[in-house]
């Protein structure tokens, strides 16, 4: 009797009778709109804590570079809107959002 407790407590604590809660992870969304000057507004979505920076792709050399004036953006729990000047003759490149967890 005292083996099959202890095959029953050892089974239990190797699968885990304990789990950590799951968080989910902060995925923020970038929306991109363009009018016809060539002012691009960003949107994100933000949550404390966190700092964003917007990134676009350089059609040539394909390597991401930050938008100037968007790598510090500090999450306020709504959507936060920037806007830039980009060129209005050409098709915009690709953007993305990063963003870092401050304490």
């Known amino acids: 009797m005292l083996t099959v407790l202890f095959l029953l407590s050892a089974l239990t604590c ?3 009778c304990a789990s950590a809660p799951e968080v989910p992870e902060h995925r923020p969304k970038l929306g991109v709109a363009q009018n016809s000057d060539g002012i691009v507004t960003f949107a994100i ?15 040539e050399s394909r390597v991401w570079k930050l938008v100037p004036g968007c790598e510090n953006i500090r999450g306020t729990g709504e959507q936060v ?8 003759r050409g098709p915009l490149p690709d953007f993305t959002v990063r963003h870092t967890r401050i304490n």
């Open 81 to 88: 809107e920037v806007q830039k000047k980009f060129n209005s």
């Open 45 to 59: 979505s933000t949550e404390v804590g966190y700092t964003y920076a917007i990134y676009y792709e350089d059609p």
């Open 14 to 16: 190797f699968w885990g």
